[in-house]
């Protein structure tokens, strides 16, 4: 059976991936090492902010915002690449990732909040793991000043929300449900996959200087997303950014 074409939009996204059959895919301080590069390299190259992250052996978990649709580039240069470097490194062959990437688009606010205490909480799941601040494969050292971040996550949204590494660190002591990411997969917005066609972008420019109000123009920009035209065919329409033409198409389904 084919794969389901994956939309990708601009926003935040909550993703993850683990070990193929549950096999460990960071084995030394190295290997954590060397995946923290490709993603730094990765994140620069395609415009992305990394937000929050955690590594642990047999899996990864982050929280990354994107400005334009290289979210599936991205994640294949991450795990091909790393894979490739854990394949050679320990003469193996064969799958390392159980699949492409999961994947959540994180629309409400409070939600982000509660998936940066996710992925840094996550590593309280290992066994002899009882102090985020002991283990130093995810960011949260770094938010309280006890490590250098790794390019792109200086632009965490926890150093533009908090002054201080002391704030930062109660902001985590929250725990989270178990059941999160069910309860924000079933109230997310699905955007349909639409056929990507060619169009003509004056006509659209017509249709737009006929609005009357910012309901009508939303409208017309959520449908206009689905007869085919791009997020920047859509901005460069109605003269706005594309961050802003995203963020639009989200409240529809």
């Known amino acids: 059976m084919a794969r389901a074409l994956r939309v990708d939009i601009a926003g935040y996204y909550y993703i993850s991936n683990s070990g193929f059959g549950t096999k460990i895919v960071f084995k030394d301080a190295d290997d954590y090492r060397k995946f923290l590069q490709i993603l730094a390299e990765n994140s620069d190259r395609y415009g992305a902010i990394l937000h929050s992250y955690a590594l642990v052996p047999k ?16 994640m294949h240069q ?21 699949s492409r990437f999961y994947s959540l688009i994180i629309q409400e ?3 982000i909040c509660s998936i940066l205490r996710l992925i840094e909480q996550s ?8 102090d985020i601040q002991r283990y130093p494969y995810s960011s949260y050292r770094t938010f309280i000043g006890l490590k ?13 929300k908090f002054s201080t590494p002391k704030e930062i660190a109660e ?14 997969k079933r109230g997310a917005v699905k955007i349909k996959n639409r056929p990507k066609l ?20 939303n409208n017309l920009i959520a449908q206009a ?17 594309q961050p802003t033409i995203s963020l639009i198409i989200k409240r529809y389904d």
């Open 123 to 130: 590593p309280l799941k290992l066994k002899n793991i009882t």
């Open 171 to 184: 902001f985590f002591q929250t725990s989270v449900s178990k059941d999160l990411l069910k309860e924000i």
């Open 109 to 111: 606010h409070s939600h």
């Open 148 to 160: 250098e971040p790794i390019s792109s996550l200086d632009r965490s949204i926890l150093f533009q």
């Open 59 to 74: 899996s990864f978990s982050m929280l990354l915002e994107l400005k334009e649709n290289t979210l599936s580039k991205l």
């Open 225 to 241: 997303y689905i007869d085919g035209y791009s997020q920047y065919q859509i901005a460069k329409a109605a003269s706005l950014s």
């Open 78 to 98: 991450l795990n091909s690449r790393y894979a490739l470097y854990f394949n050679r490194k320990y003469k193996r062959s064969g799958h390392l990732w159980r």
């Open 198 to 217: 060619s169009k003509n972008i004056e006509s659209l420019q017509t249709l737009f200087t006929k609005i009357e109000s910012t309901k009508e123009r």
